[in-house]
Nanobody, 116 residues
Framework: EVQLQASGGGLVQAGGSLRLSCAAS????????IGWFRQAPGKEREGVSC????????YYGDSVKGRFTVSRDNAKNTIYLQMNSLKPEDTASYFC?????????WGQGTQVTVSS
């Protein structure tokens, strides 16, 4: 069974940092891209970042470029999202995602709240 579990969220002041983790299991983690998405109340889900499998190329949404960094540790089946210079508009529930054998899998979200 494919499972993704995000953790590391919390309450932080504007300008602060958090590191999110997403632990994966149930599939060959090394071979699949993993993405981070977020959703704030009343807003659509937004793609934040993604890291590929082989060359570990990365993608960032315009709103987080230069502030967030995604990485992966294949030995631990875990990806990370280092979030720096956080802003109140980064407040959302953050989810990790993978597309495996024709289906999207979503982990349970972790809440990030940035106070001004």
């Amino acid at each position: 069974e494919v499972q993704l579990q995000a953790s590391g969220g919390g309450l932080v002041q504007a300008g602060g940092s958090l590191r999110l983790s997403c632990a994966a299991s149930g599939f060959s983690f090394d071979d699949y891209a993993i993405g981070w998405f977020r959703q704030a109340p009343g807003k659509e889900r937004e793609g934040v970042s993604c890291i590929s499998a082989g060359d570990r190329s990365t993608y960032y949404g315009d709103s987080v470029k230069g502030r967030f960094t995604v990485s992966r540790d294949n030995a631990k089946n875990t990806i990370y999202l280092q979030m720096n210079s956080l802003k109140p508009e980064d407040t959302a529930s953050y989810f990790c995602n993978t597309y495996y054998r024709g289906r999207n899998y979503w982990g349970q979200g972790t809440q990030v709240t940035v106070s001004s």
